[in-house]
């Protein structure tokens, strides 16, 4: 038996919300666990997130929707990520295991004291349009929380983008505060709970934050045992079996031990340039918006003692523009909404549109390095008129007739021009290509249909636009001058390939066998979704789900939860 510093009966490598719910699990199970973070903060990739979980038939949307179901669910998860040999990370088995453990698991940590709510009653699922689509909300968020209540761990929480006491998705309407009097009354509310906030020396976050902030508080409370600065730096084997890990504890070699299994939630490898040349050529690293540590060092780890990698050309794409604070901002300059409104439209480098701006985050990124391949497009631009601009932000700015940025001039960030000829100019495109395309585009709104790419079809992408533009809330045309134009990247919020596991989440050796004693969920794995996101929160409901399937396993309880 190999001799160990120390020995848990269930080890975890990383402290994202997969870790934490897992952790819980086996303490409720009467079991110590212990959470392995290489970094200073606590929390991975899910602090910095939205926080969002994808969980269909929750005990939310059932309490709303009578006729939510499983059945549903799976029926549209088949759908949308169907079978493949290129995904061989989803198959019906883990999807069907998913719907069904995924409302336990959240009913689980609801009952540890980790406090959730639906996160909007309006957040559709992405491919809301195929059968069993949800056009209300499957989504899920923890409420905001005051992270004081963390003591000398809150400064060891993962910092969020949101440091603010409100709901997400009260967060998200704010865009709309010229526009709505409701929204109006919403900013205001925010900013006398800041105040209040303030007065009574609390400090409030929301979003992955919240999420994190409650279920470090929770597993805390539990008493797992949780290391920051702690990486691990091999998986140790015996007789074909993991029985522990070495790590890196005040720069010296420490070894810790088993006896029930070691789960690996460590993130994907999104800050790995390395590895992104490899399987994601024309990414960048800093393109991601990932924590410092996503590096891939355990994906390469679990490849050398017999885990098979697959999707490893897959990420979670979400588009962002470069704008001057592109390099210094937390979070990167998001660009979702800024095509999904009304009034803009991509095109790449030829003058051309080429997708449905309005779809998911996902499928926009991975359209753009397809499109690479044949056409220039990365960057592609973002195209807007003068209207669009007094309405919408761009990269968390006004940039109307008198509030645009001095940096975004200066810069040559934002491209400006009288005309449509004179903006392609700018942009090194065909100026009667580019007129052409405003132009169809422009007829395509007068119709109310989008020909070409079908936007504003799907109510996700309604969603995505302007609820107070009628009669299509993503359909708008250019044709107030000045125009505009910034560049548009494919970003990420995490890759999306890694090990791939079973249905309980164990990983699985190149004969389809299981690696006795070791498991694994989140971005560390190829994902149950296959190359598909369907829907708000398609990475945190699946690692937490998954790392809570895994303890039950592990502490052989799969039947009492």
């Not at 309405?391 to 009288?418: C, H, I, M, R, T």
Request: proline fraction near 6%; aromatic fraction near 10%; include cysteine.
């Amino acid at each position: 038996m190999a001799d160990f510093d120390e020995t848990f009966d269930w080890v975890v490598v990383g402290s994202g919300a997969g870790s934490m719910s897992s952790a819980l699990m086996m303490r409720k199970a009467g079991k110590t666990a212990v959470i392995l973070e290489k970094t200073k903060y606590v929390g991975g990739t899910t602090a910095k997130s939205g926080g969002v979980m994808w969980i269909p038939n929750n005990r939310f949307i059932r309490a709303a929707e009578p006729d939510e179901s499983a059945e549903k669910a799976i029926t549209y998860l088949d759908a949308v990520c169907g079978d493949s040999p290129d995904t061989p990370g989803t198959s019906h088995e883990k999807r069907l295991a998913y719907v069904n453990e995924a409302p336990k698991m959240l009913d689980f940590i609801i009952s540890e004291g980790v406090q959730m709510e639906r996160a909007s009653e309006y957040w559709p699922d992405y491919y809301d349009d195929l059968p069993g689509g949800c056009k209300t909300s499957r989504t899920v968020t923890a409420k905001y929380f005051n992270t004081r209540e963390l003591g000398d761990w809150e400064s060891r929480l993962r910092p969020g983008f949101l440091p603010v006491p409100a709901r997400l998705d009260d967060g998200m309407q704010l865009a709309f505060v010229k526009k709505s009097w409701k929204v109006k009354k919403i900013f205001a509310k925010i900013a006398v709970n800041v105040a209040l906030g303030k007065l009574t020396g609390k400090h409030y976050t929301t979003a992955g934050a919240a999420l994190q902030g409650r279920m470090l508080q929770a597993s805390l409370k539990a008493g797992v045992d949780i290391r920051p600065d702690t990486p691990v730096k091999q998986l140790i084997i015996e007789g074909g079996q993991v029985v522990g890990v070495e790590v890196e504890r005040n720069g010296q070699p420490w070894r810790i031990g088993t006896r029930l299994g070691v789960l690996v939630n460590a993130g994907g490898f999104a800050q790995n340039q390395t590895m992104r040349d490899k399987y994601q050529p024309g990414t960048r690293a800093e393109w991601s918006n990932t924590p410092e540590g996503d590096t891939g060092d355990m994906h390469v780890e679990l490849e050398r003692i017999g885990g098979v990698l697959a999707q490893m050309d897959q990420m979670v794409g979400f588009q962002t523009t470069r704008s001057p604070a592109f390099a210094t901002d937390y979070v990167k300059p998001p660009g979702q909404s800024l095509t999904g409104r009304p009034g803009a439209i991509l095109v790449d480098q030829s003058g051309v549109r080429y997708l449905n701006e309005g779809g998911s985050y996902e499928l926009f990124c991975e359209s753009m390095l397809i499109r690479n391949r044949t056409v220039p497009a990365v960057p592609s631009w973002a195209i807007f008129s003068q209207a669009y601009a007094e309405d919408y932000q761009v990269a968390n700015n006004w940039v109307g007739k008198d509030q645009k940025p001095k940096d975004f001039v200066e810069s040559g960030y934002l491209k400006q021009a009288n005309t449509v000829e004179e903006l392609a100019a700018l942009i090194k495109v065909d100026p009667q290509v580019l007129r052409a395309t405003i132009d169809r585009w422009n007829s395509f709104v007068d119709k109310g249909v989008d020909e070409d790419f079908g936007r504003g079809a799907r109510e996700y992408d309604k969603w995505l636009g302007d609820p107070y533009h009628q009669p299509n809330p993503t359909l708008g045309r250019i044709d107030t001058a000045p125009y505009y134009a910034v560049e548009m990247i494919p970003g990420d919020v995490s890759t999306y390939g890694g090990v791939l596991i079973d249905a309980k989440a164990r990983v699985l050796k190149a004969d389809g066998e299981p690696i006795a004693g070791l498991y694994a969920c989140g971005t560390t794995t190829a994902s149950i979704m296959g190359g598909v996101y369907p829907g708000a929160g398609a990475s945190v409901g699946p690692s937490m789900t998954f790392g809570w399937i895994a303890a039950k396993h592990a502490a052989g309880l799969d039947n009492q939860y």
